[in-house]
């Protein structure tokens, strides 16, 4: 009986994902969150089930068995009265052709227990950009902010009041519907639209995102809220009008149609401790540059080498003095460009990976009559050693 029940336990495991040495893949981090505010992340996709097998996995593994029960899907939600779902019953969660389709039949308490979960494993990752960090689910008006990118006025996250685009597309996963005029009542009433009808999810990367990069804020599946039994944006069961940003879903337990997003929330970011330098005024880059492979300078026949000299009249036209024996330049240089373009320093910064990361916003006006080569060019002093990371800012 022992060597049944062992060997049952071991195809049920099976089932579930390889556990990965990284659950928070910080090299990822930028695909798959986006900024949202200063201090809140989210994540560009519904939790999927191959994700969050990975986090039952993980719970088995280290033997949170209490845990483990409580974060079970209920599987038997796909059951329905009006549609014939009981082979997703077996192969939703479990079957890998629906891997990065959004995990479903998840109670409130779960969803909160897996925040909690990748909250412990970043702060426990030592490559991690932040040094503490809490994932969870966003509150109303969080979520209302990363639907509409704060702009009250769109009714839809992707920004008209039609479900459509001009080619005729579809914009997110949600019932269709007609409207007909009953014969009796002689009013008009809503039917489904069989030859369209979505009755399942889809992939957590399907339709276009929103201007954040968020996909299916609105329809596939409503995401549950930090307010337990609220749920916002609708799913694939309901008609375009309920999957609104301003639409909300009340729930009691686990349903087929309600899954969740996570976001992550900045608590401590010590390690982004700003680095004193000085902008270089009065250069231009050569014509003989064609493509500059380091960004950091450190000795003055390479500098030279890539900038000359831009004196002008007056008191602020001589070029910014450079010790290059006590600091070294860091240099973001663009192709050649006929529209007016600026650079501008956003920031200036040891990582937690002691890199020097500068992060710069390129700036592109209207077209010129002449072409130039925008550049950005700062002298740091050299005890703030690391390797130089480049940041392009939006």
């Known amino acids: 009986m022992k060597k049944i029940f062992f060997l049952f336990l071991v195809i049920f495991l099976s089932s579930f994902s390889k556990i990965k040495d990284e659950f928070f893949d910080i090299k990822d981090f930028k695909k798959e969150y986006a900024k949202i505010k200063e201090d809140l992340y989210v994540s560009k996709y519904e939790v999927s089930n191959l994700q969050y097998r990975d986090f039952l996995s993980d719970l088995m593994n280290s033997n949170q068995k209490t845990i483990y029960q409580i974060c079970l899907p209920d599987t038997l939600c796909w059951r329905s009265p009006s549609n014939y779902n009981e082979p997703f019953t077996q192969y939703y969660f479990r079957h890998k052709s629906y891997d990065n389709y959004p995990v479903v039949g998840i109670s409130y308490e ?3 227990h897996y925040c909690n979960w990748l909250t412990q494993k970043y702060n426990q990752e030592p490559k991690r950009k932040f040094q503490k960090v809490s994932f969870k689910l966003l509150t109303k008006e969080e979520w209302i902010f990363a639907a509409s990118d704060s702009d009250p006025s769109k009714v839809y996250t992707w920004g008209t009041g039609f479900m459509q685009n001009n080619r005729k597309q579809y914009l997110c996963n949600f019932k269709h519907t007609s409207f007909v005029i009953d014969s009796s009542s002689k009013k008009y009433k809503e039917i489904d639209n069989l030859e369209n009808k979505s009755f399942i999810t889809v992939p957590v990367k399907s339709y276009y995102p929103n201007s954040f990069g968020l996909y299916n804020m609105c329809g596939n599946v409503a995401e549950m809220t930090s307010e337990n039994g609220i749920a916002k944006g609708g799913s694939y069961l309901e008609p375009a009008y309920n999957v609104r940003i301003a639409s909300e879903k009340n729930y009691t337990k686990p349903q087929a149609d309600i899954g969740f997003r996570v976001a992550m929330e900045i608590i401590e970011n010590k ?39 831009a004196t002008t009249m007056g008191e602020n036209g001589k070029p910014t003095q450079v010790d290059i024996s006590k600091q070294y330049i860091i240099a973001v240089v663009l192709p050649v460009t006929e529209f007016a373009t600026s650079l501008q320093i956003i920031s200036l910064q040891k990582n937690a ?12 006006g209207k077209k010129q009559s ?15 050693n690391g390797i130089i990371k480049l940041e392009a800012s939006k």
């Open 110 to 112: 779960a969803a909160n």
């Open 271 to 309: 390690y982004n401790s700003n680095i004193n330098f000085t902008v270089l005024k009065n250069y231009f880059v050569k014509n003989t540059v064609t493509n500059l492979v380091n960004p950091k300078i450190e000795n003055a026949e390479k500098f030279n080498e890539i900038f000359g000299m």
């Open 353 to 364: 990976q002691n890199q020097i990361e500068l992060t710069y916003k390129s700036v592109v």
């Open 370 to 384: 002449f072409s130039i080569r925008p550049f950005i060019a700062i002298a740091v002093d050299k005890s703030e």
